[in-house]
């Protein structure tokens, strides 16, 4: 890598905060390239153990193989946060990648879900998921390596289930229902209430058992850990430890196209006007930018599904020249890609963009064949729904203990993956220790209930 790259981050911070932006302090880094692509795939630098991590770093390595992929960066926002450059990148890359890690932070520092994230968990999350790893190991140590992984296999397998509306920290529900309102009070109720009766022979009201849970529950981590009748601490501390990064992550997924146009919007405008910077790093350095923000991949020539740099790119400038930076910096903090998407994607948009070429396929792109903006925004926005996971809820624990969980098809508009249900459902009963049931809907959409029993299990 260039040496001097880092020369220019002085002059690049200082033309940001002359636009307006306003960041917390990051501390760059550059690595290896198979650290790169340790720290995508992982999420974080150092995280929990764990087998799945491992097929997808085989993933991403065939991408890079392939020319798919390449990565020139990782960000994590927080308090400082951190990027990670590939030490690979020549001049010009890491020169647009300062100015795009730029973007990132501004945004996530001033956006309203990264804020609230990070108010509920923590503006740390590098050293809490490498305390998480440190936790990890010494169940490992404790309990052995066989028993932890069962428990990561339930944990990981539920990542996407959490509920940002309830918060990170959560009470458990009221174990009663609340006593029935006083009736209202009359003359006849007055002097009733006055008799010197034996208050023995009044009887006291039975208290009843609300129940669990009050209505169906998505925070399927949370409830698992609260309520599992034989659960031990440590493992309680795995599915909590989970939960806490899945809070962390969820405004990186939802606001992603947001996130990648604000940043590439930012480097390509800091670059532009960035006259401290030679002419031939300058062309490189464009170079690069249109190979990022293009909707097809740069070698191959192979439609991407929805190229979030190029979609976000595009809006971005479209509303900045329409409303200017104040108005675009107010979407910036009060949107995320749901009312971004729906809100400033219009139709002569898609079609400039060819977005109406696409088609949803299980293995890739989206194409809506009749040109009908309000269904290409939700089928752009159909995988961002609770992480692109299956909307499944606890909706009743019964007297001996079985665990029932239930697929909403119809909001869905699908029906889940039978085989691969069950498999999430042997993970389940590991550490629910009682029958577990899912109701859903098969591919054909006919009603399917899916048992597994603990002791069938073993």
């Known amino acids: 890598m260039k040496p001097d790259w880092r020369s220019h981050l002085p002059r690049l911070e200082d033309l940001a905060r002359e636009h307006g932006l306003i960041w917390s302090p990051v ?151 609340p006593a029935p309102a006083p009736a209202p009070d009359d003359a006849f109720r007055s002097r009733f ?83 401290f910077i030679a002419q031939d790093t300058y062309l490189d350095a464009i170079k690069c930018h249109s190979d990022v923000v293009r909707p097809i991949a740069a070698e191959e020539q192979i439609a991407l599904a929805v190229n979030p740099y190029h979609l976000g790119f595009t809006l971005w400038e479209e509303i900045i020249k329409e409303g200017g930076i104040d108005a675009a910096r107010q979407v910036m903090r009060e949107d995320d890609d749901f009312s971004f998407l729906r809100n400033h994607l219009t139709r002569k948009m898609a079609t400039d963009m060819g977005l109406f070429r696409y088609q949803k396929q299980s293995n890739g792109p989206v194409k809506v064949l009749a040109e009908d903006i309000d269904e290409l925004r939700e089928t752009l926005l159909h995988e961002k729904y609770n992480f692109g996971a299956p909307r499944v809820s606890v909706v009743e624990i019964r007297s001996n203990g079985t665990l029932v969980l239930e697929h909403n098809s119809e909001i869905d508009k699908r029906g889940l993956d039978t085989d691969g249900a069950r498999k999430v459902l042997e993970y389940v009963i590991h550490v629910w220790r009682r029958p577990v049931l899912l109701r859903t809907v098969d591919a054909a959409s006919k009603p399917v209930e899916i048992s597994m029993d603990p002791a069938a299990a073993h």
Request: proline fraction near 6%; charge should be negative.
């Open 27 to 177: 501390i760059f880094e550059a690595v290896p390239d198979s650290f790169m692509t340790e720290i995508a795939v992982y999420g974080l630098p150092v995280r929990m153990p764990h087998w799945s991590f491992g097929a997808r770093y085989i993933y991403q390595l065939l991408q890079r193989h392939m020319g798919y992929s390449r990565l020139f960066e990782v960000v994590f926002p927080g308090n400082p946060g951190r990027a990670y450059l590939a030490s690979s990148n020549g001049l010009a890359d890491n020169i647009l990648v300062a100015a795009h890690v730029l973007g990132h932070a501004d945004f996530s520092k001033n956006n309203l879900l990264f804020q609230r994230s990070q108010e509920q968990g923590s503006e740390h999350i590098i050293e809490h998921a490498a305390s998480h790893a440190r936790q990890i190991e010494r169940d490992i140590e404790s309990y052995g390596f066989n028993a932890v992984e069962k428990v990561l296999d339930a944990a990981l397998s539920l990542e996407q289930y959490i509920d940002l509306d309830c918060g990170l920290r959560r009470e458990r529900y009221p174990e009663y229902l």
């Open 193 to 275: 209430a006055s008799l010197d009766a034996d208050e023995q022979a009044i009887p006291s009201a039975r208290k009843l058992r609300a129940p669990l849970p009050p209505h169906p529950e998505k925070d399927l981590l949370w409830f698992i850990a609260t309520y599992a009748p034989e659960m031990e601490s440590w493992e309680r501390d795995i599915f909590l430890a989970v939960r806490a990064e899945s809070f962390y992550f969820y405004p990186v997924y939802a606001t992603q196209t947001m996130n990648e146009g604000w940043a590439s919007y930012w480097h390509a405008r800091l670059l532009r006007e960035a006259d």
